[in-house]
């Protein structure tokens, strides 16, 4: 089985969020134990497995991912980064329908050689941070948001950008908290530099100390900013060591999340592993 990783969210080697991606001729999918301990080896924070559907199926691919520690419901930059190896291989041209456990996702190729990816826009809901939760962060928010079925994110809002890029989390105690875990998130403090907000992820239940560049996370951080700047289209700094940036379009109920992708290994899993 050939495996490609590929980083997401930008267009040089070495930056953006790496996603292995795995394609299978055609289902099912292996048992779900092959596929985690595949994921737990490979240790990024999501493997993306993915085989084609027979003609007339709802979508041309069906799309799992997997965290080294669980499933998850939605993943960008990883579907990202699918779009692109099937791209790269000839496997897919145009528009590619991936059926999910979000439902039906679609990543479209643009001229400039980006892809876009049309991802449900998460619901946001007040919510509040357990105080454990706001020590373990290191500072207080100014604001608290719930963030729906599909990711499960508590959406902090702080000060402002430095102290976004200062955060030093303890990752133990976040990793108590129920859901996925914890976005952070700013205004831009010069909008001029080219990204109006910023944000950083930590998702230490399900395996990923910090994620480098989250699109998931897109989804509820464009209708946030979008609101607050008054823009269908932003661009979002995901300010980890690694760095990345997501451009938004909110569409109501649909987020279009767009980004480049750049391949750095390919290998193959050796035969009967």
């Keep these: 089985m050939q495996i490609r990783i590929v980083d997401a969210f930008t267009d040089r080697p070495f930056a953006g969020n790496p996603a292995a991606v795995a394609l299978f001729d055609g289902p099912p999918f292996p048992d779900d134990d092959r596929l985690q301990r595949l994921a737990a080896?490979?240790?990024?924070?999501?493997?993306?497995?993915?085989?084609?559907?027979?003609?007339?199926?709802?979508?041309?691919?069906?799309?799992?991912?997997?965290?080294?520690?669980?499933?998850?419901?939605?993943?960008?930059?990883?579907?990202?980064?699918?779009?692109?190896?099937?791209?790269?291989?000839?496997?897919?041209?145009?528009?590619?329908?991936f059926a999910t456990l979000s439902g039906v996702l679609t990543a479209t190729p643009e001229a400039d050689g980006a892809l876009t990816l049309d991802f449900p826009t998460a619901p946001l809901t007040p919510g509040t941070l357990p105080p454990d939760a706001a020590r373990a962060l290191g500072t207080e928010p100014v604001g608290v948001h719930e963030t729906g079925p599909n990711v499960q994110d508590l959406l902090v809002e702080v000060a402002d950008e430095a102290t976004v890029r200062a955060l030093d989390p303890d990752l133990?105690?976040?990793?108590?908290?129920d859901g996925r875990g914890v976005i952070v998130t700013a205004a831009a403090e010069q909008p001029g530099r080219g990204y109006d907000y910023v944000s950083r992820c930590f998702f230490p239940a399900v395996g990923i100390d910090e994620d480098p560049v989250t699109g998931s996370a897109h989804t509820a951080l464009a209708p946030l900013?979008?609101?607050?700047?008054?823009?269908?289209?932003?661009?979002?700094?995901q300010a980890s060591a690694r760095t990345g940036v997501v451009r938004t379009t909110l569409r109501g109920e649909r987020t279009l999340l767009s980004g480049h992708a750049v391949t750095v290994l390919d290998g193959r899993l050796r035969a009967g592993l």
């Design 41 to 97: 080896e490979l240790n990024l924070s999501e493997t993306a497995y993915a085989h084609p559907l027979p003609a007339g199926a709802e979508a041309d691919w069906a799309l799992r991912w997997f965290t080294p520690a669980a499933e998850v419901r939605l993943c960008g930059h990883a579907t990202l980064a699918t779009a692109h190896v099937l791209r790269e291989t000839g496997a897919a041209s145009g528009t590619v329908r």
């Design 225 to 237: 900013w979008s609101r607050r700047l008054g823009r269908e289209r932003l661009t979002g700094l």
């Design 172 to 177: 133990r105690a976040l990793a108590r908290l």
